[in-house]
């Protein structure tokens, strides 16, 4: 009996936000497709994402080293470069024992550069960096002669390489109906996701302080930051304390559906460009529509006025203004934009789809790229 192909898997992460999840969907995936598969995964600590994985893979190694942090790199220059080399002398070996490598987002530089050489070699791609970011990610790309999966044709255009676009998929973030707001509560609203500075909670809430309509809202915001940056939730405490609307801040949860069940619009107000929206997808599964930003993969995802709502990156009357309208829906009219939410996670971006995708993709032994 012949054995299955050998499968190593690579994370950035060890929690459970969009990455994260997207990650385990495609390591699912490729046990599905290949169910005699040995899969080896990993991850830079020991986590939340852990159980995620256990159904799928048969293994899980640690490796903290190698993965592109700026405040680590700011902070400590020469170990960080050192652990970038030893991670990358570390997964050649490991690359040299698989038939198939899937690197899961860019900043994993040590794996991307270990995939030289290798026939099965992946990445995928799920950031939009800045420019200089951009010029060393497409450099490490071509180095490496992966293949390239993007997750939305914004992320593809930005990098300018050949590959496959991809969108995610989820799985329903819960099973409850949408719920029209009447007299006798405000409109929810709620940001969902890691907080930093470009995901942009900051600048809603003092975008959303322009509204004349504020109190008629009620902002609940959910997540956490990175670790060294605690310094962003000060920042929205103080703020929120100022707003004339009830603020509600909660850190991370494993399981956010119950935020999502809430609310009656999700809020992505990223100041640049999102790769490709997950929240939204989230959002749309159980019917809630969404404001947004108008960058990257977000357009690919929201509709204006048919699904959600969307408005200027960074423009804060923009953003209040797209907030207004969402207001001024009567029922039926919010009732038709959360169908249409339904109906179009349900035709492009059911996690059944998307793990269809990855394992029709991601394939072991697949000719390396021409440099």
Known sequence: MSRGPRILAIHQGSELYGSDRSFAAAVQALRERHPQARIEVVLPEPGPLQSLLEPWADACRFEPRGILRKIELKRHPLKSLSGIVAAWRRYRALAAEH??????????????????GCAGGYVHVREIPGAAALVLFRTLLRLSRAQVIYNSYATALAFGLPGRVIHNGVAPISDAPPTVPGAHRRWRIAIIG????????????????????????????????FPGYEPLLTALDQTAADCR?????????????????????????????????????????????????????????VADGVNGFLFAPGNAQALATAVERALALDAQAYQDMALAARRGYQQRFTVEGYRQAIGDAVLPCAPAAAS
Not at 101 to 116: M, Q
């Open 245 to 301: 609307f009830p603020v509600e801040r909660i850190g991370f949860v494993r399981q956010p559906g119950q935020h999502f069940e809430w609310a009656d619009f999700v809020l992505i107000p990223s100041l640049l460009p999102e790769p490709f929206g997950r929240v939204a997808i989230e959002a749309f599964s159980i019917g809630r529509p969404v404001i947004a930003s108008a960058g990257g993969g977000l357009q690919e995802i």
């Open 194 to 225: 890691r907080i930093n500075t470009w995901k942009g909670q900051q600048f809603a809430l003092e975008a959303l302080a322009r509204l004349a309509s504020a109190p008629q809202i009620e902002l609940r915001i959910v997540g956490d930051v």
């Open 99 to 116: 038939d198939l490598c899937y690197v899961n987002t860019t900043v994993c530089v040590s794996a991307i550069l270990a995939l030289r």
